[in-house]
């Protein structure tokens, strides 16, 4: 059997702003294509299918136009809810789109219930689907600790005990999960919302148990002896241990995101065992670029031309804000769409506050000359003070009796 492992579609989600339905669209249907073209006989989705729990009518409208594609291709489809996810609202119709292949899990009394499929090489493979848990939530239903660790734990050991007395043969049967979580030691990116963000009562509960940092880490450990684990939340394609993976996100959402290589994992199973793990890449959408140094260079070299087709980060660091900066760099790279000024060395005027240039200042040019330098981060140009002083001059005159 062929499994294509995958997660955090983000379906209605924006980039800085700018729409990436089209996107979207684009990276699914090659996903659609890898499932027919491969003979993909299965597609998780672990967590984050939308960008929202209320996502947009045009959003929803691409989830249900993919997954008939991906059946359409000969696949089925898990389907597991994440942390953006509205639980409820993704559940719906769930047991009505189980008949056509789609299994939808986004309920804890739904761990225990895997998808089973026989593999046409042999044995069997069981699915079991856990939903993003919320600790505050799950540890009270399930009287543990209501942290990560412990509601994670929780599920597994309910899997591990619903497979026992399922499946006579264990060495016939793949167990597979799929969990959305932030795994320890793994890396993150710019455009993962903090799952361990817990409620102050949630942190006192666990403090004597671990450290609030890692509140919302789980030890890899809690998935020993499962033969496959299909991670989401994280967005970079990661391998946390032989059998436990990040497919990371189909799409880039940061600008940290600009040196991933996005798409999926495949997984081989055959006579009850995973016999083999690897990428599967998508392209899809503007490329990033994240550029730096001084302006000059910045709009005159030819080393960034590359970057003039792409979404760009650009970080000027010029010791003093150049004029027009950001409307100099959109007309080179119309694609920017964060622009940052981080001056080399740090400007001494930026760390100068406005109340100690007040102080300094000998005359009510000066104060206005030192607030445009403050609010621009530099100082007016000639003509600037000129235009200054004769407003000043002519406030004078008309306040005269």
Not at 78 to 84: A, F, P
Not at 109 to 136: C, H, K, M, N, S
């Amino acid at each position: 059997m062929l499994i294509l492992h995958t997660s955090d579609w983000h379906l209605g989600r924006s980039f800085h702003g700018t729409g990436m339905l089209d996107a979207q669209r684009e990276v699914l249907d090659q996903m659609a294509a890898t499932v027919r073209e491969r003979g993909v006989d299965l597609v998780l989705v672990a967590g984050d299918v939308y960008d929202r729990a209320l996502p947009a009518a045009d959003a929803v409208e691409l989830l249900d136009a993919t997954l008939a594609q991906l059946i359409d291709a000969g696949a089925q489809v898990v389907l597991t809810s994440g942390n953006h996810d509205s639980a409820i609202r993704l559940g719906f119709g769930g047991r009505l789109m189980a008949a056509a292949g789609v299994h939808v899990r986004t309920r804890m009394d739904q761990i225990g219930a895997p998808v089973v499929l026989e593999d046409p090489d042999g044995g069997t493979v069981a699915v079991y689907g856990i939903p993003y848990l919320e600790p505050r939530h799950a540890g009270p239903a399930w009287e543990v600790e209501p942290h990560h660790t412990a509601v994670m734990t929780e599920a597994v050991r309910r899997l591990r005990q619903d497979a026992g007395s399922r499946f006579e043969d264990d060495s016939a049967t793949a167990v597979i999960a799929m969990a959305h979580l932030f795994a320890a030691g793994g890396t993150g990116s710019d455009s993962e919302r903090d799952i361990g963000a817990e409620d102050t009562a949630s942190r006192e509960a666990a403090a004597g148990e671990m450290a609030v940092g890692t509140l919302g880490q789980v030890p890899v450990t809690v998935f020993d002896g499962i033969d496959y684990t299909a991670l989401g939340h994280l967005h970079g394609r990661q391998r946390m241990a032989e059998t436990v993976r990040y497919s990371g996100s189909p799409l880039p959402y940061s600008f940290s995101e600009a040196e991933h290589t996005k798409g999926g994992l495949l997984v081989s199973t055959a006579n009850g065992q995973v016999t083999g793990v690897e990428p599967v890449d998508w392209d899809a959408g503007r490329k990033l670029a994240v550029l730096r140094g001084r302006i000059d260079d910045l709009l005159d070299s030819p080393d960034h031309a590359w970057a003039q087709d792409c979404w760009c980060q650009v970080t000027v660091t010029d010791p003093v804000r150049p004029p027009q900066a950001y409307q100099r760099l959109k007309e080179r790279f119309d694609g920017l769409l964060n622009f940052i000024l981080e001056p080399e060395g740090g400007s001494p005027r930026a760390e100068s506050t406005y109340a100690a240039r007040l102080a300094r200042a000998r005359s009510e040019l000066d104060v206005c000359t030192g607030f445009v330098e403050h609010v621009r981060q530099r100082p007016p140009s000639e003509s600037e003070t000129a235009l200054l002083r004769t407003a000043l001059e002519e406030t004078r005159e008309g306040s005269q009796p």
